[in-house]
T-cell receptor
Framework: AQSVTQLGSHVSVSEGALVLLRCNYS??????LFWYVQYPNQGLQLLLK??????LVKGINGFEAEFKKSETSFHLTKPSAHMSDAAEYFC????????????FGDGTTLTVKP | NAGVTQTPKFRVLKTGQSMTLLCAQD?????MYWYRQDPGMGLRLIHY???????AKGEVPDGYNVSRLKKQNFLLGLESAAPSQTSVYFC?????????????FGPGTRLTVL
């Protein structure tokens, strides 16, 4: 069984401030972890993923995330927010024994204030 | 390379009417999925397919049927629409690399059932 919890359904930051979106997961087998971004009226797009190897992964648009097994976390960060980062962000977990099915968190809406 | 496409983009149905949503992918992916997205509930898996001619139930399959007669197409049917099926529907596809590959999403179909 697998599950994802995203802490905070809404996060607001000022332009230029640090972005931190939290994701905790549970999985009975080693997980594959993903962050997706959804802009208004669009589908989800992959930001970054962790499968194996280096626990700090870098994605598009300056985002990165760190896999911490001991904390079962995969938080998403960006050093300096840009207005164009305003969107909804989804964390997802996928197990390699689960026919490729993903479990998504409920999403976090990021607002960037000028 | 169009990726994942969905038709139609919008649809309004009356209770009891039927309809079929079409998803097509041109990436030769084995896995395909149908999700629904409702406010504050993330994405919930309706049905999925691990290959041509196969389908399986996801988290919320009731009221929906699917077919995968061709590898590139995945159809979602509503036999008798209900207001509770008002939602945004997303199709996704992925390769079968044991879950490591990301899912690629279509732009969505916004369905309203009156």
């Amino acid at each position: 069984a697998q599950s994802v919890t995203q802490l905070g359904s809404h996060v607001s930051v000022s332009e230029g401030a640090l972005v931190l979106l939290r994701c905790n997961y549970s999985s009975s087998v080693p997980p594959y972890l993903f962050w997706y971004v959804q802009y208004p009226n669009q589908g989800l797009q992959l930001l970054l993923k962790y499968t194996t190897g280096a626990t700090l992964v870098k994605g598009i648009n300056g985002f990165e995330a760190e896999f911490k097994k001991s904390e079962t976390s995969f938080h998403l960060t960006k050093p300096s927010a840009h207005m164009s980062d305003a969107a909804e962000y989804f964390c997802a977990v996928r197990a390699n024994t689960n026919a490729g099915k993903s479990t998504f968190g409920d999403g976090t809406t990021l607002t960037v204030k000028p | 390379n169009a990726g994942v496409t969905q038709t139609p983009k919008f649809r309004v149905l009356k209770t009891g009417q039927s309809m079929t949503l079409l998803c097509a992918q041109d990436m030769n992916h084995e896995y395909m999925y149908w999700y629904r997205q409702d406010p504050g509930m993330g994405l919930r898996l309706i049905h999925y397919s691990v290959g041509e001619g196969t389908t399986a139930k996801g988290e919320v399959p009731d009221g929906y049927n699917v077919s995968r007669l061709k590898k590139q197409n995945f159809l979602l049917g509503l036999e008798s629409a209900a207001p509770s099926q008002t939602s945004v529907y997303f199709c996704a596809s992925s390769d079968n690399t044991g879950g490591q590959g990301p899912q690629y999403f279509g732009p969505g179909t916004r369905l309203t059932v009156l």
